[in-house]
Nanobody, 117 residues
Framework: QVQLVESGGGLVQAGGSLRLSCAAS????????LAWFRQAPRKEREFVAA????????YYAASVKGRFTISKDNAKNTVDLHMNSLKPEDTAVYFC??????????WGQGTQVTVSS
């Protein structure tokens, strides 16, 4: 059974940093893409960043490029999202997801990130 468990959310002031971590288990992810999405109140879920498990290629939403960095640890089966220069508009529930062939099939429960102004 695939499980994605997020951790690391919290409250931070604008301009601060947070690191989110996603622990993935239940299968090998060698051809999969691991990603972070977020959903703010009254808004649709949106893509934040992704990393291909084998090749390490990374992808970012324009709104976070240059501020957020996604990374992985193959030995620990974790994917981290390093968030710098946080803004109040980054406030959202952040979800980890695992996908293949263009479809995200597994999702974590989410972790709350709140950025105060």
């Amino acid at each position: 059974q695939v499980q994605l468990v997020e951790s690391g959310g919290g409250l931070v002031q604008a301009g601060g940093s947070l690191r989110l971590s996603c622990a993935a288990s239940g299968r090998t992810f060698s051809e999969w893409t691991l990603a972070w999405f977020r959903q703010a109140p009254r808004k649709e879920r949106e893509f934040v960043a992704a990393i291909h498990w084998s090749g390490g290629h990374t992808y970012y939403a324009a709104s976070v490029k240059g501020r957020f960095t996604i990374s992985k640890d193959n030995a620990k089966n974790t994917v981290d999202l390093h968030m710098n220069s946080l803004k109040p508009e980054d406030t959202a529930v952040y979800f980890c997801a695992a996908g293949i062939e263009g479809t995200y099939k597994y999702w974590g429960q989410g972790t709350q990130v709140t950025v105060s102004s």
